[in-house]
């Protein structure tokens, strides 16, 4: 059902169209959340890079190295585990207990003796991160002392650890991309503690920073924000669907206001139109407008079969009222002489053969007329010089031009004379010996011409005559079965009296099916001139 289908479609389209912005939306919100952690990431550690690199440089390093090792240290036990690992072997007793206390006592000192700029005694690292904005959002810091003297670029000596971060390290986990400068801030996602971390590294010859954070919080957002509109999808198909049935309606009232005027048509009220709905409604009145043509069509052919049936019902019924006339007269001539004269025989003989050869004709003009309706008009075409053949048809012509008293013109344009063309000649002739027949018969006094000219996509010939003429509310009808003009039904002689009113349809029929067309101009009292038009082959 078509009012389904639209519904269907529209919800379709619309949760299709719903489901398209959200995914976009969260594509957009989840890069555009990563792309600002990113951003914050890494302008925290390019501003800890730089308020750590303000410090003064230890002229001892090892005061530093000590700071690192006692603030990225979780407990006492962690800085007696060190200083006995770093202790020489060869210490014992009392010797061993005198160098841990030693170093001990070193190590918590320097960490004491970090002084800011009014004098008091604090962590300057602590102090730098405490600075840095990141350490409102909870990241994970971390700062590495570089030295090329003791290992590779990049990584060195912790110095600071945020608590949160335990006994790993960032720096192992970071990729550096190397087709970037080794100093260049940059992001990368690692794999930290079991979780995704968006980690941002600032370096200098001296330091190098990581910050990071994890994208939980991103996750979960997007995750929400895709739950939500996983909710939204049902709600908005029940919409739409509702909504579709609305709009079907409405757009469906007026097609079947129309399927109703339509149905009220019939073979009896073919003249009734459908009404034209507004200018607004264009596709409405585009569709109204078709269905009327179709009608008008209708109407026109089922008149035309109406005409049709009634003229070939009354030229049929002339020829049989006339051979049962002739046979009745002869049945009772037989009953008062029971015998008749050769002579009599022959002409009730002639006058039968003459009325069934009528009726042939008749008969094959409307099987030939039938056929060309149908398409299945046979045409035997073979290529063919027009001028040589109309010259050829001409001269048949002009025995029955001189027998009528008339003479036969030929106009042949020097043009033509080599130009070629596929057509069947026998159709072809049957056609022009038509038009001359007519031009001949209706044609008392004059001139009878056979014309022949190249056009520029086509080749036009024809015949024209100095006759009587053909009335202007007569032409758009001569083409017509049956139709015959007054001036053709009381033509000169006997002419109008037999002709069957074919010989033009027939003459169409056959044009059109050589994929031309024939026209026709006309002036009473001085003539008519019969063009038709055959296209050229380009090939």
């Given at each position: ?343 009599e025989v022959r002409e009730v003989l002639e006058s039968l053969m003459e009325e069934v ?183």
């Amino acid at each position: 059902m078509l009012r389904v289908r639209l519904i269907l479609w529209y919800s379709l389209l619309v949760v299709l169209t719903v489901s398209a912005i959200g995914l976009v939306q969260i594509i957009i919100i989840n890069r555009s959340m990563v792309e600002g952690l990113d951003n914050s990431l890494a302008e925290d550690a390019r501003i800890t890079l730089s308020l750590v690199s303000s410090l003064p440089a230890s002229a001892n390093p090892e005061e530093i190295l000590k700071h690192g090792r006692m603030h990225s240290s979780s407990s006492l036990r962690d800085l007696v585990d060190r200083v006995l690992t770093e202790a020489p072997d060869t210490l014992t007793g009392q010797g061993l207990t005198d160098r841990v206390i030693s170093r001990l006592i070193d190590e918590i000192l320097t960490e004491l003796s970090f002084q800011d700029s009014t004098g008091l005694n604090m962590d300057p690292l602590d102090a730098v991160v405490q600075r840095n904005v990141s350490s409102k959002r909870n990241n994970f810091v971390e700062i590495h002392e570089r030295s090329a003297t003791r290992t590779k670029p990049g990584t060195g000596p912790v110095m600071f650890r945020t608590p949160n971060l335990g006994r790993d390290t960032l720096a192992r986990l970071f990729v550096h991309d190397k087709s970037k400068p080794d100093t260049a801030v940059t992001v990368e996602q690692v794999d930290f503690q079991g979780e995704e971390y968006r980690v941002a590294r600032a370096a200098n010859p001296r330091f190098a920073v990581y910050v990071a954070f994890p994208t939980t919080e991103i996750d979960d957002s997007v995750s929400r924000l895709r739950s939500s509109f996983l909710y939204l999808l049902p709600l908005s198909f029940l919409v739409s669907a509702l909504g579709g049935l609305w709009l079907a309606r409405k757009a469906l009232a007026p097609i079947e206001h129309i399927a109703d005027m339509a149905r009220e048509i019939g073979a009896k009220n073919l003249s009734q139109r459908i009404e034209l709905p507004g200018r607004r409604d264009r596709e409405l009145r585009v569709l109204t407008t078709t269905l009327n043509s179709m009608f008008a069509r209708l109407e026109s052919s089922f008149e035309q079969v109406v005409r049709f049936t009634a003229d070939a019902s009354h030229e049929l019924k002339t020829p049989l009222a006339i051979m049962k006339g002739e046979i009745e007269q002869t049945q009772r001539h037989l009953v008062s002489t029971p015998t008749l004269e050769p002579k009599e025989v022959r002409e009730v003989l002639e006058s039968l053969m003459e009325e069934v050869e009528r009726m042939q004709r008749i008969v094959e003009g409307l099987l030939l007329l039938s056929r060309a309706d149908d398409r299945k008009l046979a045409l035997e075409k073979e290529p063919v010089i027009l001028y040589d053949f109309m010259s050829s048809l001409t001269e048949d012509a002009e025995i029955l031009a001189e027998a009528s008293g008339l003479c036969l013109i030929r106009n042949f344009a020097e043009v033509t004379r080599k130009l070629s063309i596929m057509i069947d000649p026998t159709r072809l002739y049957q056609v022009l010996m038509n038009l001359l027949d007519n031009a001949l018969k209706y044609t008392e006094h004059g001139s009878v011409t056979v014309f022949l000219r190249r056009e520029q996509e086509s080749i036009a010939f024809g015949v024209a005559d100095t006759g009587m003429g053909i009335p202007p509310e007569d032409l758009s009808k001569i083409f017509e079965r049956f139709y015959r003009t007054d001036i053709a039904r009381s033509g000169p002689g006997e002419h109008g009296d037999r002709s069957l009113g074919l010989g033009l349809a027939i003459v169409r029929s056959i044009v059109e099916a050589h994929g031309g067309v024939i026209s026709v101009e006309s002036e009473l009292g001085k003539g008519s001139t019969f063009t038709i038009r055959l296209p050229l082959d380009r090939s």
